[in-house]
């Protein structure tokens, strides 16, 4: 086991490793062996409150720090995820039932956007905005909004936890930071002990590991942050986009989705197999932005369906520690008993199973489900694992309307020897984000990334990343005399 689940298995407030005071642990689990990686204590609402006041105490002082300075911060934190590549790799196996592969890309995409972060600290600029009175001069600054609050989930938490603390401290405000109970060292522990090892004042980074069982809605109602920035399920992200809206703060969620991958009737097959596979089955679908529908033209069904039933049959499921293991368990068995009851729910409905995985204790095997009644409701929610569904479509006008009946709208992809046609398609599809001829599951650095319906507010990344944790200070000045009507 890394040493990295003792060494880390506490709190992080105001510089400080600490044991939490709470009257329970939770305990870190492996969910391929179940195997105990650490104890935690939980933080209680005092230690909440004492790290969001270490926090504000701690950002003015940096964000009057040259930016320069501040980069240099996030520089040594690249280089030391660099070091610590296998270290890094290893927790995330265990912790999260990782594949080598599902690693290999959350660590590839972090150290994307940490590139992004040594920029973002040169981004803010200011404007001189005209003024119709005469000697007068219109200042306006772009400033850090203090002290931002990130909640981060289970299924990508180094990076998903980096994409917001990262960015949110180059532009000169203070985080704390509160992990998914089911991933406190990846998404939590570990992201602060990268950032203290590089130098960042103590304070400006806090780790809470708690529950909301015994915290309540203490860490998005606390006085001090003035951003929440929330990644999870849309059922919660609803619960704090209206804690936030009651006491004035600005959240940032990015939630789940109902992604569609559709082959129209000009693809190329087998590149859209292999397309949509990668989109439902990376990291065991439990990804945002999956594939839980592939919609495949009449015309092309058969031959689709064939190759895509066929490559499935050839994921290898079992330990994320081998590295020829493509599907490893989901994060929890609440998770793997659910999957298994919508497999049931749909067959019951009246589905076919092409491919019916079976499931050990967290580990879930591929099911590939065709003719789910064009009514149910598996259709329209978010699946969370390795589930799929194929659903037939007769022309562009039925797909457009299949992909938009979903209370979602995150990601999805379309595939066609036309890339205008397939711009167009995109076009008409209710999502903050479509691609065409690629997979469901992107993000890059520059690119803004959230969706719509209830997948959502807000964006990250690039310009949009400055937009969410800063915020804009009109400062006039008369350099004549104003006149006064009394």
Not at 105 to 120: D, M, Y
Not at 164 to 173: D, M
Request: glycine fraction near 8%; hydrophobic fraction near 40%; proline fraction near 5%.
């Amino acid at each position: 086991m890394s040493s990295y689940f003792t060494d880390l298995a506490q709190q992080y407030i105001g510089g400080e490793w600490r044991q939490g005071t709470g009257s329970w642990d939770i305990i870190d689990f492996n969910p391929y062996d179940d195997e105990k990686l650490a104890s935690i204590t939980i933080a209680t609402v005092a230690e909440v409150d004492e790290a969001y006041k270490a926090a504000a105490q701690a950002q003015r002082a940096w964000a009057d720090t040259n930016p320069y300075a501040r980069r240099a911060v996030f520089e040594k934190v690249l280089r030391l995820i660099e070091d610590r590549e296998q270290e890094i790799t290893d927790v995330i196996i265990a912790e999260l039932g990782g594949t080598y592969l599902k690693a290999g890309f959350e660590l590839h995409l972090a150290k994307e956007f940490l590139r992004e972060s040594i920029q973002l600290a040169l981004r803010p600029e200011g404007r001189i905005i005209p003024s119709p009175t005469d000697g007068k001069e219109n200042r306006l600054y772009r400033v850090p909004v203090g002290v931002v609050g990130v909640i981060s989930p289970f299924n990508f938490p180094f990076l998903l936890s980096l994409k917001s603390v990262a960015p949110a401290l180059a532009l000169g405000n203070a985080v704390v930071l509160k992990p998914h109970q089911n991933t406190p060292i990846c998404g939590g522990t570990l992201v602060a002990k990268l950032f203290e090892d590089a130098g960042l004042p103590g304070g400006l980074l806090n780790v809470v590991v708690t529950d909301i069982a015994e915290i309540g809605d203490a860490f998005i109602e606390h006085p001090v942050p003035k951003v929440i920035s929330f990644t999870g399920s849309d059922k919660v992200g609803r619960h704090v986009a209206t804690v936030c809206a009651s006491h004035f703060k600005r959240s940032i969620l990015e939630l789940g989705g109902n992604s569609a991958l559709v082959v129209l009737d000009d693809a190329d097959i087998d590149y859209a197999v292999d397309a949509a596979v990668f989109s439902r089955f990376v990291h065991q679908g439990q990804v945002c932005m999956a594939a839980n529908r592939v919609l495949v033209d009449r015309s092309v069904e058969a031959e689709f369906t064939e190759k895509f039933v066929a490559k499935v049959r050839t994921l290898k499921s079992g330990d994320p520690r081998d590295p020829q293991t493509v599907i490893g368990p989901v994060i929890n068995s609440s998770q793997a008993d659910a999957l298994a009851a919508t497999v049931e729910q749909a067959v019951a409905e009246g589905a076919t199973a092409l491919v019916r995985g079976t499931t050990t204790d967290n580990l879930v095997e591929p099911s590939v489900l065709k003719g789910v009644p064009a009514d149910s409701p598996l259709l329209r929610q978010e699946v969370f694992g390795p589930v799929v569904f194929l659903v037939p479509f007769d022309g562009e006008e039925e797909a457009v309307r299949i992909v938009n009946d979903t209370p979602y709208g995150l990601s999805g992809a379309v595939h066609t020897a036309d890339v205008e046609r397939g711009v167009a398609f995109a076009k008409r599809i209710d999502t903050g984000m479509f691609h065409v001829n690629d997979g469901t599951v992107h993000d890059e650095p520059l690119v803004p990334f959230g969706g719509e319906k209830s997948s959502g507010l807000g964006r990250l990344n690039g310009e949009t990343t400055v937009d969410a944790f800063t915020t804009q200070k009109w400062i006039s000045v008369q350099h004549g005399r104003s006149g006064f009507p009394f």
